[in-house]
């Protein structure tokens, strides 16, 4: 065990990148903070993993996109397996699907490579203690995703009551139509209410009309469903 100039634990990191120069860099940014000790290098996931099942680090810097196992299985090897080490992405992707899998996989946290020195550092105090650590555009992004409004599906029976309500049909002639009873058809536009967030069937046709949902059902009648 090392310790820092204040006597305080140093942080045991192990720098996973498949780029021999990236990896150099992020060691060498690392090499002079007195509460951090470089114990390990891998070149790849796979390589990545057995390391720390040997060494145990406190947190490893992993790259996405490496050969063997990419950084998104080896986190989720690593987060399954028997050591408490700690797994923060560093990385220069930020798709949403790339930041979806590794968050999913047990990353505690996903920076960008061009983070400072001093956002590095502090990254791996907060992952080596738990905290959900963020790059900003990466933590904008999940919350432009969070707040993204989920689509609206109806079913293929909703949208066929809804269609015969936008043919000007009555409750008991969608009934006739659809051969169902009439409060069937009443159980279903509530279901339509209720998805399409709106009080009336007229709301509900314009809603419907605007979202693309009843393209092509205008006096669509069958027995189905």
Known sequence: MTYGPTGGKRLRILVADDHTVMRAGVVALLADEPTIEIVGEAEDGRAAVGLVERLEPDVVLMDLRMPVLDGTRATAEIVAGP????????????????IERAVEAGAIGYLLKDATREQLVDAVHSASRGETVLAPRVAARLVARMRRPAPVTLTRREVDVLGAVADGLSNV?????LVIAEATVKTHLL?????LDVGDRTHAVVRALELGLLEGTRGRADGSG
């Not at 002639?173 to 139509?177: A, D, H, L």
């Open 83 to 98: 050591t408490r080490t700690r797994v923060l992405i560093l990385t220069t992707y930020e798709t949403d699907a790339e």
């Open 173 to 177: 002639e969608i009934g006739r139509r």
């Open 191 to 195: 279901r339509v209410f209720a998805k």
